[in-house]
């Protein structure tokens, strides 16, 4: 399935992206930053979220957070997060997204989680997993 591509100029000092009504939206930084087969891995884990229509859980999450469900609120995000690696690795971008999640979190910040995404070592060690099973 394929979505457009739209870039951005980003405005945080972390680059990133991110896929909204239909459309994937990927920080110009970031895209220059990585080599063809990461971007390709970042496109293939922001396609899973449109094709699996997580907005769905995203807005369910984010009411669920603001009324006090923070837990309920992350295990929500962090299961279609781990869902759109997994259909990154099944299409065969697994390698190229861990070396993503590695080059592109701040090294103090590998085991760190919120609400909206699980920590980057957790989600690359759960797409190793996927490569052993």
Known sequence: MKYPVYYFSG???LPFAYARLGKIHIAIELAQFLEER???AVIAHEEAHLARQHWISWMLA???NRVGFARLSAWLNH???FAADAYAVKHGHGLALQRTLAIT???AMMDVA???HPSANERRRRISELFDG
């Open 79 to 81: 299961r279609a997060e």
């Open 105 to 107: 979190t701040n090294p």
């Open 11 to 13: 405005t945080s000092d």
């Open 38 to 40: 990461e971007l390709a």
């Open 62 to 64: 984010s009411a669920l």
């Open 114 to 116: 919120d609400w909206t």
